[in-house]
């Protein structure tokens, strides 16, 4: 069964708009941690932000912050003020013991 | 976080023959993964890269086809063996640190290969 579900494949945004890219969730622990990687067309994978399944507020890393909805089991990215740098594929990932499990992924679109 | 390097950044191989991967760390590390990731497709775990032991493999990959070393805590490699097309893809290593409370995991740039 799929443990991390991204619903949009691709999105195109218009520049300097907000943006959000969905993600849900299954797991069966308390605690666990999901984490936003970034990945443009060169192929490294960029490390975005990390939200703890205790963590009481959504975290925020500059443009970049995590909608955590625990009870629906979603954990949104949310870009504000796009650029077209922000042009990359996106993946959500969940960490399972000392692993972490990667969802497919939504290819964004930054569109001047 | 660590500064990672992979060698090569990118190959072209013929069927049948292996590649070697190297990835160095600037610091010592307590995890070091392997994954993979096909055209178009997603990150799939290949192995955790133990330091003085063997590898934990993940379901479907075998220590014949992808044998891994970690001598020391800076140091993996990764050889894909006998290859053929369907191992086309980017490979990248991954470190993590052990105590950090958010678990997360540092790439490095990956390595392309493409096999004819």
């Known amino acids: 069964a799929q443990k991390i579900t991204q619903t949009q494949p691709g999105m195109f945004v218009q520049e300097k708009e907000a943006v959000t890219l969905d993600c849900t969730y299954d797991?069966?622990?308390?605690?666990?941690?999901l984490f936003w990687y970034k990945q443009p067309s060169s192929g490294e994978m960029i490390f975005l932000i990390y939200q703890g399944s205790y963590d009481e507020q959504n975290a925020t890393e500059g443009r970049y912050s995590l909608n955590f909805q625990k009870a629906r089991k979603s954990a949104n990215l949310v870009i504000s003020a796009s650029q077209l740098g922000d042009s990359a594929m996106y993946f959500c990932a969940m960490r399972e013991d000392d692993k972490i499990i990667f969802g497919k992924g939504t290819r964004l679109h930054i569109l001047p | 976080s660590a500064v990672i390097s992979q060698k090569p950044s990118r190959d072209i191989c013929q069927r049948g023959t292996s590649l070697t991967i190297q990835c160095q760390v600037d610091s010592q590390v307590t995890m070091m993964f392997w994954y993979r990731q096909q055209p178009g497709q997603s990150l799939t775990l290949i192995a955790t890269a133990n330091q003085g032991s063997e590898a934990t493999y993940e379901s479907g990959f075998v220590i014949d086809k992808f044998p891994i070393s970690r001598p020391n805590l800076t140091f993996s490699t990764l050889t894909v063996s006998n290859m053929s097309p369907e191992d086309s893809s980017i490979y990248l290593c991954?470190?993590?640190?052990?105590?950090?409370?958010?678990?997360?995991?540092?790439f490095g740039p990956g390595t392309r290969l493409t096999v004819l």
């Open positions: 797991t069966s622990d308390q605690s666990y941690g």
């Open positions: 991954s470190v993590g640190r052990a105590g950090s409370t958010r678990n997360e995991q540092f």
